[in-house]
């Protein structure tokens, strides 16, 4: 992913009003981020755990999604499995992401992600996992890559359409 700037940042929401997208909390350290590792900016409101965002290259342009996550079952010690990226976490390491659909109608659109959005780390080996998070598959990194830019495309055009 390119490197992108707070307003292109803040201009890419599609399932929020311009006030809100002018509110919510953007990354501070947006120099430091692995643009080269990135397939999608992630991220979780430090002010708020359940709220996620996530902005990806979508058709023309950029696309950010606000996010909610679905309460977790405490206790919870079983594998899940992230639809974007296909890495499996224990207990909370995946969360139901809910993105609110435009329009207003109250209607939404949910999927299985990473709960911390490092898909992109995980994937690429760059964020650790503990034994079992990845399995062994015979698909290339380019492969796995474009897999989890499409699945991250699938989801976007969910919420857009």
């Known amino acids: 992913m390119r490197s992108i700037s707070e307003d292109e940042i803040r201009a890419s929401f599609v399932n929020c009003t311009k006030g809100e997208a002018k509110r919510l909390a953007v990354p501070r350290d947006l120099d430091a981020r692995p643009w080269d590792d990135l397939d999608f900016l992630g991220w979780q409101d430090p002010s708020s755990p359940g709220r996620a965002y996530l902005v990806a290259e979508h058709e023309d342009g950029l696309a950010g999604v606000a996010l909610r996550r679905a309460t977790s079952h405490a206790g919870q010690v079983r ?16 969360s139901l992401m809910v993105a609110r659909l435009p329009g207003g109608g109250g209607n939404s659109v949910g999927t299985y992600i990473c709960t911390d959005l490092a898909c992109s780390l995980y994937l690429r080996g760059k964020k650790d996992v503990g034994p079992g998070g990845r399995m062994h598959e015979s698909l290339t990194l380019e492969e796995k890559i474009h897999r989890t830019s499409a699945n991250v495309t699938g989801f976007l055009r969910k919420v857009t359409q």
């Open 79 to 94: 594998r899940s499995m992230c639809s974007l990226c296909l890495t499996t976490h224990t207990g909370d390491g995946v």
